[in-house]
């Protein structure tokens, strides 16, 4: 029985590793198109979610720019600005980052927050999401017009905002960054919406 010679293992190496990166290959193409379709789909759900859709007449997800490694989708309505979408992270959270959507109609009022990723700890640091605790809703028509930025914070640290029995850090980290955001909103408002210059 003959044996195998390097050559011949490596050609049988090499032909196996052709039909895999074919394969791959395939799939990835024919699947290519359904993933940015469901991406697509899924971003405007989020974006549905912290603004409802009789406010805007444009496709928020295809209008977005980014400053200072911000993600802002912008709102009009017959071409006239109407609320920002703010995708931010914080860092800050007890397991980890915070990934959430803030909504701030041209005036700074926030519309909406909506949790998008966490790793908190169940029964506890997961009350930030809307199924989990209505606490989110806490923020909804908050401007910093009617409160001082001091009161922007749990009421822990002498602010307005509930913490959660056991879980201060988790609330703390999402009120410090929809602080951040509202900051954010009013300093660079002309960036986002040249119009309102």
Same mark, same amino acid.
């Given at each position: ?17 052709? #039909? ?9 193409? *024919? ?5 940015? *379709? ?32 911000? #993600? ?12 920002? #979408? ?12 915070? *990934? ?85 909103? @009013? *300093?660079?408002?002309? @960036? ?6």
């Amino acid at each position: 029985m003959p044996t195998s010679t390097p050559l011949s293992a490596a050609f049988r190496l090499a032909c196996f590793s052709f #039909i895999v990166i074919g394969l791959v290959s395939f799939v990835f193409h *024919q699947t290519k198109d359904k993933i940015i *379709q469901n991406e697509h789909d899924a971003l405007l759900q989020s974006l549905q979610s912290v603004l409802a859709q009789t406010l805007y007449d444009n496709k928020p997800n295809e209008d977005s720019i980014t400053l200072e490694n911000v #993600i802002i989708y912008r709102a009009y309505r017959a071409n006239t600005p109407v609320a920002a #979408i703010i995708k931010s992270t914080t860092p800050r959270g007890y397991s980890g980052d915070i *990934q959430l959507l803030t909504a701030l109609d041209i005036t700074g009022s926030i519309l909406a927050v909506r949790i998008l990723d966490h790793k908190e700890t169940a029964g506890l640091g997961d009350k930030i999401e809307l199924k989990k605790s209505s606490w989110i809703l806490s923020f909804n028509h908050k401007t910093f017009a009617d409160m001082q930025r001091s009161q922007w914070a749990v009421k822990r640290d002498q602010g307005n905002f509930d913490q959660f029995t056991g879980a201060t850090i988790t609330p703390r980290a999402v009120v410090n960054e929809v602080k951040k955001i509202g900051l954010f909103f @009013q *300093q660079h408002k002309t @960036q986002i919406f040249p119009q309102l210059k």
